[in-house]
């Protein structure tokens, strides 16, 4: 800062003055005149024209020019007479001299404009402003009451009483006291209006401003003004943005963050909310908050209003960290939302809100081409409503969401989209066969439609391509399902068998997290080259005689397309399935479901209960994330799913096969939340509308989240590494749910009827309970380690419903079987489970998938050893249901017969013996 101290006066003192013939520059401790001023930003701008530019924006009540200097780095940050600057970098406004003779904030900037003028565009000279101007722009308007400094004053040069001007921080319309508030009351001033028309000029562009004050040393937030005029809190709605914005400049100065005030206990820790202190009405910074959506506050730099000028380099020294402190907490980070427009639009009405409570008002604004929306907010995972209206038509009525990470600006980008006919025209020509593309590098969304066509046609029996759906801008949706079992395709309406059990791999639910959807096509080369042609892959040969495997390999190919987390409606897909917790009449619509959810929604669904498992693919850490995510709070809490034991041994099988993950307990803000490469989502990162607490709670699919690298996009040139980290843990996954486990088989007779059966699992933790319809063999599975299992069979189509206890083994690697057949009325053997228990009797094998894998014994399969029970036994089981229904009937009767004929005497008793 030291080098742009001393550029800035060689610059100063090689400029010839424009004003009066001044060459030299004033002496720098003193307090500048309104001509100096004058002079001075003809200066800055002459030193540096490319970069700093000063603009007269209007006159005082006795005609001193309000004077300002912008300083940026883009050609598009400058205003002109009637164009405002580009709405797609934010800036920030310092306003001095509000209060004449309150002139230290008027003076210390001309110290900071040296220093930006003297940086700006020349890269090294101050590595803190090259950061700041490549964040924004930045506004220094020295002097809004150049008249009352001149006359040494409160006021502005109009005389309103004697010696009095008009207080310019009580002369703007007020929510409260006018009511037609934003209009003009008629009763501003010259240098009032200037200012607005300035503001209004900026524009979306302005996000925050604050203007300067002395009297006391504390940042004040508004609002100033309540309904009473006494002193009472009256917060904004975003009181907790401007909390953390006034923070920044409070904890970057310790002696105001030490000030409890004057007269003691005012203050919190150098802050206070403006009504709980000093109420007023008509002041600068609930005007531009309310009617510019503008992040407005005020600093009062000094106890003394207009200290001695020999203690300027004192205060200069103290305010300074804290005026760059500011620029960077709203210049260097938070949130950017980019609505982008197809050339040739027509203006549409756009509406931006942020939904994160406290953190960001909502912008409306009209527009035809591209517009940026800016909130600068702490690090942090936001969502934003974007919606515009073009003619009849209204879109995009979802939310967006985004991570905020520390010292960055997330950008958001939003694409309103074209015309469907359009966007059927721009669909890529999936019936071209071309070369496959590069193998490490980012396949697009055609060369995606191309390799599943590839791959159909590689090994046609065993790997078919299915589309599923479009997303909102008309890209296919395409899955693969690779398998061994003609059955285990599933078709327009008809599910694959329920006997095989499969798994599901989704990727690019997010667009710019695109890893895991590149991963899947090295995934889906090795799987079809292998599937079916035993000895290929042994490793592939197993895993397809256990069951199935679908890739799904970019469920939001918009948002891959454009680089953006949303779909190409800009809605967060991971938010947008119906929640337990937010819906109450889940697992129904709520409406707002988007064609790429309703798709996946469709689709597992037609799997049924083939499919017992599946993860969905992301990026920006290196977790495996089980769920819930979601809880009540949506704060950082526990809420484990009642299968918690069983879906952590799952994720464990992922984890433990790389040690890259195994070893990641949590990095930067993460550190110390992950246990060994695994957190329970709520724990980490609460959120509502995943798939994984829907896909759990409605289809009982243990569904996880893995988190494959930091960054969320790496660059293509690692795909090798990343492939060689994630392969064995992509394998291993589906080998845990594939070939491991318990296979409950519900067998009926041929010519049964249709009926409701639930299958549910007694091991504490270990599974879900599994209710279908059916007249014909039905699997359920249960992906459990090895280790001893009960689970119980009920059927609940006759007037007396069944059930039986099954009890099993299930050993490491294997998948055991269990068959349960409903009795039928001439199955005498299996009616009624044995009193006696049969642990001790060994364990009957059959094999589940044509391998050697045991199956376990049960309670009410007869044993070839244990003889059959009498033929008489079912006769007299339907004699006893007779009985049991009708003795109350006979007993009702012989009490009826008592009270007609009176109580029989001992002798008549003895006599009917």
């Not at 009032?192 to 524009?203: F, N, R, S």
């Not at 005030?261 to 910074?285: I, T």
């Not at 249709?754 to 007694?762: G, I, K, N, P, S």
């Not at 001992?906 to 013996?913: D, E, F, M, S």
């Given at each position: ?7 800035s006066?060689?610059l100063l ?11 030299a520059?004033?002496e720098r ?5 309104n ?6 930003v003809?200066k800055?701008q002459e030193?540096?024209?490319e970069h ?7 006159k005082s009540f006795?005609?001193?020019?309000i004077?300002t200097l912008?300083?940026s780095?883009r050609?598009?940050a400058?205003p002109s007479?009637?164009?405002?600057p580009s709405?797609l ?7 001095g001299g ?6 230290l ?5 001309f ?15 101050d590595?803190e402003?090259?950061?700041i101007l ?5 506004h220094?308007?020295f002097?809004m ?23 310019l921080?009580r002369?703007?319309p007020?929510p409260i006291?006018?009511?037609?508030f934003p209009?003009l009351?008629?009763n ?5 209006l200037a200012l ?7 524009g979306d ?7 300067l004050h002395?009297?006391?040393?504390v940042?004040v937030?508004?609002f100033?003004?309540?309904?009473g005029?006494m002193k009472s809190p009256?917060?904004t709605p975003?009181?907790k943005?401007?909390?953390y914005?006034g ?5 970057a100065?310790p002696?105001?963050?030490n000030?409890?005030g ?8 150098g ?17 531009f ?14 106890d003394?209003?207009?200290?001695d ?7 200069w ?10 620029l960077?907490?709203y210049l260097c980070q938070?949130l ?11 203006e ?10 406290g953190m960001?008002s909502?912008v409306r604004?009209?527009?035809?081409s591209?517009h940026g929306?800016h909130?600068?907010v702490p690090a942090?995972?936001?969502s934003?409503r974007v919606e515009?209206?073009?003619?009849a ?9 985004g991570e905020v990470s ?5 950008l958001?980008?939003?694409e ?6 359009a ?5 890529p020509?999936l ?7 590069e193998?490490w ?21 065993h790997?078919k391509?299915f589309n599923?759906?479009?997303s909102?801008?008309g890209?296919d949706i ?7 079992r003609?059955?285990a395709?599933?078709?327009?309406n ?6 095989a059990?499969s798994f599901?791999?989704v990727?690019?639910v997010h667009?710019?997290e695109?890893?895991g959807?590149?991963?899947?096509f090295y995934?889906a080369?090795?799987?079809c ?11 592939i040969?197993r ?12 469920m939001?190919p918009?948002?891959?397309?454009m680089?953006q ?5 800009g ?6 399935f119906?929640d ?6 889940f ?6 479901e988007?064609p ?5 929604m469709?689709?597992?669904d037609l799997l ?5 498992g599946?993860t969905?693919?992301?990026g ?5 994330v089980i769920?819930f995510?979601?809880?009540?709070s ?7 799913t009642p299968d918690?034991k069983?879906?952590?041994?799952l ?5 433990d ?6 070893t990641n307990n ?10 060994n490469?695994m957190v329970?989502?709520?724990n ?8 994984q607490d ?14 494959m690298?930091d960054e969320?996009?790496p660059?293509?040139s ?9 392969r064995?843990?992509?394998?291993e996954l589906?080998?845990?749910y594939l070939?491991?486990?318990l296979?409950?088989q519900v ?5 049964a009827?249709?009926?409701q059966v639930v299958?549910t699992?007694l091991?504490k933790?270990?599974?879900s ?5 059916t007249?014909s063999?039905?699997?359920v599975h249960?992906p459990?380690?090895?280790g001893?299992?009960s689970v ?5 189509g006759g ?6 206890v ?5 050993r490491?690697d294997?998948?055991?079987l269990?068959?349960a057949q409903?009795?039928?009325e001439?199955n005498?053997n299996?009616?009624?489970v ?5 642990q ?10 044509g391998?050697n894998q045991?199956?376990?014994t049960?309670a009410f399969?007869?044993d070839a050893?244990?003889p059959?029970r009498?033929?008489l ?6 004699a006893s249901?007779v009985v ?9 009767r012989?009490?009826?017969a008592g009270?007609v004929?009176?109580p029989r ?5 003895r006599?009917?013996?």
């Amino acid at each position: 800062m030291m080098l742009a101290l001393l550029l800035s006066t060689l610059l100063l003192l090689s400029v010839p003055g424009s004003c009066a013939g001044e060459e030299a520059p004033p002496e720098r401790w003193t307090w500048w005149s309104n001509d100096q001023l004058g002079e001075f930003v003809h200066k800055m701008q002459e030193s540096n024209p490319e970069h700093c530019k000063a603009f007269n924006i209007g006159k005082s009540f006795r005609g001193n020019d309000i004077w300002t200097l912008t300083v940026s780095t883009r050609p598009d940050a400058f205003p002109s007479a009637n164009t405002p600057p580009s709405s797609l970098a934010p800036s920030f406004l310092y306003v001095g001299g509000v209060h004449g003779n309150e002139p230290l904030g008027r003076q210390l900037m001309f110290y900071m404009a040296e220093e930006l003028c003297a940086a700006a565009g020349r890269q090294g000279v101050d590595p803190e402003i090259d950061r700041i101007l490549a964040g924004g722009t930045v506004h220094l308007l020295f002097s809004m009451n150049p008249d009352g400094f001149e006359m040494n004053r409160r006021g502005n040069g109009h005389d309103v009483a004697e010696g009095k001007g008009v207080d310019l921080n009580r002369n703007f319309p007020d929510p409260i006291k006018w009511s037609k508030f934003p209009q003009l009351t008629g009763n501003e001033e010259p240098e009032t209006l200037a200012l607005m028309k300035y503001i209004d000029l900026l524009g979306d562009s302005l996000i925050g401003a604050t203007h300067l004050h002395g009297g006391a040393e504390v940042m004040v937030i508004p609002f100033d003004g309540n309904e009473g005029g006494m002193k009472s809190p009256n917060p904004t709605p975003d009181d907790k943005l401007f909390r953390y914005l006034g923070r920044r400049y409070v904890d970057a100065n310790p002696e105001m963050e030490n000030h409890v005030g004057r007269y003691g206990g005012s203050f919190d820790r150098g802050m206070v909310q403006g009504s709980n202190w000093y109420p007023l009405w008509g002041g600068l910074q609930d005007f531009f908050y309310l009617k510019n959506q503008v992040y407005f506050t005020t600093i009062e730099m000094s106890d003394e209003k207009w200290p001695d000028a020999s203690e300027l380099p004192k205060w200069w020294k103290q305010h300074r960290p804290s005026m760059y402190e500011l620029l960077k907490a709203y210049l260097c980070q938070g949130l950017t939302v980019q609505v982008d427009f197809p050339e040739g639009s027509s203006e549409h009405e756009v509406n931006v809100t942020m939904l994160n409570k406290g953190m960001g008002s909502q912008v409306r604004f009209k527009t035809s081409s591209t517009h940026g929306v800016h909130y600068p907010v702490p690090a942090g995972e936001y969502s934003v409503r974007v919606e515009w209206k073009g003619g009849a038509q209204v879109f995009g009525q979802n939310a967006v969401s985004g991570e905020v990470s520390p010292d960055q600006r997330t950008l958001l980008r939003v694409e309103v989209p074209v015309a469907r006919e359009a966007a059927e025209r721009d669909k890529p020509d999936l019936s071209r066969k071309e070369s496959l593309p590069e193998r490490w590098t980012w396949w697009s969304n055609d060369q995606l439609g191309e390799f599943v066509h590839k791959m159909q046609e590689s090994n046609p029996e065993h790997c078919k391509a299915f589309n599923i759906g479009k997303s909102f801008r008309g890209n296919d949706i395409w899955t693969l399902t690779v398998s061994t079992r003609p059955d285990a395709f599933p078709s327009a309406n008809t599910p694959p068998s329920s006997l095989a059990p499969s798994f599901l791999y989704v990727g690019g639910v997010h667009g710019n997290e695109p890893l895991g959807r590149q991963l899947m096509f090295y995934m889906a080369e090795e799987l079809c080259a292998a599937a079916g042609r035993q000895g290929v892959d042994p490793e592939i040969d197993r895993i397809l005689a256990g069951g199935t495997v679908h890739l799904l390999f970019s469920m939001n190919p918009d948002g891959f397309e454009m680089k953006q987390r949303g779909n190409g409606k800009g809605v967060d897909l991971n938010r947008n399935f119906p929640d337990p917790i937010k819906w109450s009449k889940f697992p129904q619509l709520t409406g707002n479901e988007e064609p790429e959810t309703l798709a996946l929604m469709k689709y597992i669904d037609l799997l049924g209960d083939s499919l017992i498992g599946a993860t969905h693919l992301h990026g920006g850490a290196e977790v495996m994330v089980i769920p819930f995510d979601g809880n009540k709070s949506g704060k950082r809490a526990p809420n484990p799913t009642p299968d918690d034991k069983l879906i952590r041994y799952l994720g464990r099988r992922y984890v433990d096969a790389q040690p890259e993950m195994a070893t990641n307990n949590g990095r930067g803000v993460d550190a110390g939340l992950f246990q060994n490469g695994m957190v329970q989502g709520s724990n980490w990162y609460p959120l509502w509308g995943g798939l994984q607490d829907f896909f759990y709670l409605k289809n009982q699919v243990y569904f996880t989240t893995i988190e494959m690298s930091d960054e969320k996009w790496p660059d293509a040139s690692e795909l090798p590494k990343w492939w060689k980290q994630h392969r064995p843990s992509m394998y291993e996954l589906l080998k845990a749910y594939l070939c491991q486990g318990l296979t409950v088989q519900v067998d009926f007779p041929d010519g049964a009827k249709e009926e409701q059966v639930v299958v549910t699992m007694l091991n504490k933790g270990m599974g879900s309970q599994v209710r279908f319809k059916t007249s014909s063999t039905h699997g359920v599975h249960y992906p459990v380690p090895a280790g001893e299992y009960s689970v119980r069979v009920e059927w609940k189509g006759g007037w007396i419903p069944k059930k039986a206890v099954l009890s099993t083994e299930v050993r490491p690697d294997e998948r055991t079987l269990l068959r349960a057949q409903k009795p039928g009325e001439s199955n005498v053997n299996i009616a009624v489970v044995p009193a006696a228990p049969r642990q001790e009797e060994p364990a009957k094998k059959e094999s589940a998938a044509g391998g050697n894998q045991p199956m376990g014994t049960f309670a009410f399969e007869p044993d070839a050893r244990v003889p059959p029970r009498p033929t008489l036994f079912p006769y007299v089981r339907r004699a006893s249901v007779v009985v049991i229904f009708l003795l109350p009937v006979i007993l009702s009767r012989r009490r009826w017969a008592g009270r007609v004929n009176g109580p029989r005497t001992r002798h008549a008793l003895r006599n009917t013996v």
